[in-house]
């Protein structure tokens, strides 16, 4: 791994550059090299870069088809699915044609008609725990669009153990999420540790988890995220830039909305439990609770039964747009906009207790969860929202 700084933001360049580039590579990707963040040396990184791609559906088909162009020397596919007809409305990768044929075999076919001189190394299979280091451990980086949460914690685990940075996204109707983490970083990189568990320090349960195909998806917004993803990928491998390490984008196209949230590490929130740092005191705090995550959710069977218990019922929050309102509220709900939970206006206006938080799918309330938490408010997010509400609450009562 490289030893250059970057010439912004202080992260070193993950890739020492290779040869120099030929004459017909010069031409290939003189738009890179009129950029000063990128140059011919960055160019060099991304020719002399290898970069693993986990998932080659929705965000892995954008990743792999932008980091091909960019020149990435290496990637490595790893996915043990086949095309199916309903991959084809979002996974641009594959086609028709490819009906019934492996995703990396589809995929590596499309990114060599993309760029002939990038080398792409197909892994047909599942990624576990006895594989994961052996195929991961071959890379500088790795790029996570798999689908599924047992498959993200194993990756980031597997970085972590083995030094890799990370970048994350996930999808969901029309909700994104992008990060980068890095767990276990060298120490002339002077970075904080962060990892996927300081995001959702647990693994959802069964019940809690949505697919793209119980939940939907846009097919743009595979796009959309995916980009974002490729750009993280590029920015670590030459140094450029400011990078979502330690951060999460939050992408709402139904909405047009998109917010960048700074993520604690664990070992920042021990800084803060041992008096190390002091944060300044807010409406609400309470005592620290080492057990307290600011990703905590609740699932709407499990909200159901507490609101309907005599004591201790918590207090509902909802942040959904008006445009979101076709489903009723929540009983007792009290309307609040993200924006005023953000930036901290509402806090004053809360009764104390515990707060669960809600939107329409339950993208949004995880990242209100977290700001009210930093606060000192005891919060969770209801999985799946209002939606999940109506289909597992609604619907059997009335039934």
């Not at 140059?39 to 986990?54: D, H, I, P, S, T």
């Not at 990435?72 to 044929?101: F, K, M, P, W, Y």
């Not at 006895?130 to 500088?140: E, F, H, K, R, V």
């Amino acid at each position: 791994m490289g030893a250059e700084a970057g010439a912004r933001s202080g992260v070193r360049a993950l890739v020492e550059p290779g040869p120099e580039l030929t004459a017909a590579q010069r031409a290939r990707y003189v738009r890179h090299l009129h950029l000063s963040e990128i140059g011919e040396v960055g160019q060099r990184r991304l020719c002399n870069a290898r970069v693993a791609v986990v998932g080659a559906g929705g965000l892995g088909s954008p990743v792999l088809a932008y980091l091909a162009a960019a020149g990435v020397g290496t990637l490595g596919v790893i996915d043990d699915d086949a095309v199916d007809v309903s991959n084809l409305q979002r996974q641009v990768l594959h086609g028709e044609h490819d009906l019934g044929r492996l995703k990396v075999e589809s995929a590596r076919q499309a990114l060599a008609g993309i760029n002939s001189d990038v080398e792409v190394i197909a892994h047909p299979a599942r990624l576990t725990v006895s594989n994961a280091a052996q195929i991961l451990g071959t890379y500088d980086l790795v790029i996570d669009g798999s689908d599924n949460y047992a498959t993200r914690y194993l990756v980031n685990d597997t970085c972590v153990a083995l030094g890799l940075p990370e970048v994350w996204g996930s999808i969901e109707k029309f909700y994104g999420q992008v990060a980068v983490f890095w767990g276990s970083p060298p120490p002339e990189q002077a970075l904080d540790p962060v990892q996927l568990r300081d995001l959702f320090p647990r693994v959802p349960s069964a019940d809690e988890e949505l697919s793209c195909t119980a939940g939907g998806v846009l097919g743009a917004l595979c796009g959309h995220v995916g980009s974002v993803m490729a750009v993280e990928a590029v920015k670590l491998v030459v140094g450029a830039g400011t990078t979502l390490l330690g951060k999460v984008m939050m992408i709402d196209d139904l909405h047009a909305t998109q917010r960048v949230i700074a993520l604690r590490s664990a070992s920042s929130r021990a800084d803060e439990e041992t008096g190390l740092q002091t944060p300044a005191p807010e409406p609400h705090a309470s005592a620290p609770d080492a057990h307290l995550h600011s990703s905590d959710r609740i699932t709407a069977p499990a909200l159901a039964r507490a609101l309907g218990a005599s004591a201790d019922t918590p207090i509902l929050i909802d942040i959904r747009f008006a445009s979101e309102r076709v489903l009723d509220a929540l009983p007792g709900a009290i309307d609040l906009s993200l924006d005023s939970i953000m930036d901290g206006s509402a806090l004053a206006s809360l009764p104390a207790g515990d707060v669960v938080v809600y939107c329409h799918s339950g993208v949004r309330s995880t990242v209100a969860a977290l700001a009210l938490e930093r606060a000192g408010i005891s919060a969770r997010s209801l999985t799946g929202g209002a939606v999940a509400w109506h289909e597992l609450v609604d619907s059997h009562a009335h039934g």
